[in-house]
Structures are given as structure tokens and as C-alpha cells.
């Protein structure tokens, strides 16, 4: 696995450098230097993304149990640095921020927490892509065969997503995993029947937050929504930067289309090139060079980058502070210990 990884980062790699290339490095130094203090803007506001993520984690706790927002905050960025530099899709960010907030809350609460927002967030998200996908489908220049893959794939997530939903709402999520015969085969019969118990627990968690907590649920997912509408500010600061007029359709088209080409790359490790692709196409869809495009991607690689650094920081920060079982490294299976606390 960490093989196909890394070919698929060095083919990320390598067609990120060809978009480079092919869209003149003079003509996006030109642009990039027009922009100046907007890029400090764009990456300010993504920390107002977090923030807002945050609070949505946040509702997601019950009342009892919600611990301070300010270390909710810096432990959502060390996941999110982990998840930003490491193939995992998001998962290994998840046992992180878990990891970080063990000595704060019980485990079950907050791994209940981090499930539930994560199904808001992902709603969020398809949400919006599913106009972004209306628009693609409307004003792209894309062929047939590429219309009916979008239109197929769009699908299958959904299907993904509605199971994930159902299974969490039903109290079956965990069972799916822990309940597998092979289970005991592969890790052992005394850790699997931990694994069995501790899913059985988390499945009564989360099916209780669903029957008890719809409005919680409810905030938690319009924050997302609003969280994600902050990348619609974003490029609205973006075209001011380079002295273009800020259209609100043009901004929501744009906005719409790239998150919606999101949803397809969570896959591609840290989304290098897919990334790129999406802002690309996204930008042409509203009647803007490509160039333009693969400058918006590279600006925010430098927002990525620069919220991946103070993460690893949060990390360093939070992490002395947690027992020894915390300590291991993001992902490894002792992190995910206590679940039943």
C-alpha cells in the first residue's frame, strides 16, 4: 500500500510540474506578484475555517462533557496537519485529534463527537458539490464519456455517503467493522472481542446523539456549510488581488464547481495535482484563464502548508501534556486504546 502511494505521489508530482510548466513560469510570477498581501488574507481566513470546523466538532460533544474550544481548536490542526501530509484519508488525522483530547474528555465521548462531525462535515461538503456538479454538468466543455463518469461517480459517493448516514444514525456503523469474522483471524480473538465491545459502545453513543440531539446535529452541519462557504471569500479576495472584478456569480460558480471536483481526489494523496486540475477547470468554467487557475491551487498551497506547520506545532504543544498512550505516533493501534473509558 505505502508502494501505490508513492507512485501516485510521484505521478502527482510530475503532472503538477507539467501544469507548471506548460502555463509559463514567467506569466504566473507576473500574476502572483500582483497579488501581494491577498495571500496573507486568504491564509488568515483559512484559520476562520477551522475555527468555525470547530465549533461544529464542538456542538457535536455532549454538554457534559465539551471541553475547552481553544484546545478543540489546536487538536482539529494537528489532525489536519497529519491528514495534509500523510496518504490517509483523513483517518490517521482523526486518531490524532482523538488521541489529543484523551485527557480532557473520556474516549467514547469524544470519538462519538469526532464521527458525528465528521457526517455533517461530509454532508456539508456534497451538499455544495452536488450544485457544483449541476454546473459542470451545464457549462463544461467536458466530452460525453467524461459527463456520464462525473455522473457515475457522483453516484457511487452518494451511495457512500447515504450507508455511512443510515449506519450511524441505525447504530450499526461500528459494528460493520468489529462483527467480521475474519477480524478475529487477522488481529487475534482477545483483541478482536475488544474491538466487538468497544464498537457495540460506540454504536449506542452515536445512535442515542441522533434519537436525543437532532438540533446539535442540525448546528453542526450548517457550520460546515458555513465553514466551507469561506473558500467562496476566499476567491473573491484572490480576484481582488489581481485587480479583476468580483462577480458573485462568477465567485459561487467557481466555488461550487471546485468543491465539488473535490470530493472525487480524496483519494490522491495531499490531492497533489487533482488539486490543481480542479481550480483549473473550475476558473475556465467561469470564463477565466487556466493560468489563473493553477495560481489560485498554488496560493493555496501555501495557505495548506503554512495551517499544516502550526498544526504539527499544536501537536508538539498538546501532546506532553497527554498520558504516554498518547504519546505514540498518530495512527499507531495504541492510540485508538480506551476507547471503552
Known sequence: MRGIHGVLLAACAVGLAMLVATSGVHELWQDATRLGWTVAAIVVLFGVEHAIRTVAWWCCYRPASRPPPWRLFWARLAGYAVNTTTPSATLVGEVTRAGLMRQNVPTLDTMTA?????????????SIGLCGLVVILSHAPFPLAARLGLV??????GVGVGTFFLLQRRGRLAAVLTKRTSLGRLLGN?????????????????????????????????????????????IACFLHGLGRPVDVNVVLEIFVVAVALDLFSFFVPARLGAQEGARIVALMVAG??????????LVLRVEQLSWAAVGFLAYVRLAPTATATERVVPGSSAAVRGLDR
Not at 453542526?220 to 466551507?228: K, N, S, Y
Open 114 to 126: 469526532i464521527s458525528v462531525d465528521r457526517l455533517a462535515d461530509t454532508l456539508a461538503d456534497c
Open 288 to 297: 477565466l484563464p487556466a493560468r489563473l487557475g493553477l495560481l489560485y491551487s
Open 190 to 234: 482477545r483483541l478482536a472481542g475488544y474491538l466487538a465491545r468497544s464498537g457495540q459502545a460506540l454504536d449506542a453513543h452515536l445512535q442515542a446523539f441522533h434519537a436525543d440531539r437532532p438540533a446539535a446535529f442540525a448546528a453542526a452541519f450548517g457550520l460546515h456549510l458555513l465553514g466551507t462557504s469561506v473558500a467562496a471569500v476566499q
Open 152 to 157: 457515475a461517480a457522483a453516484a457511487l459517493l
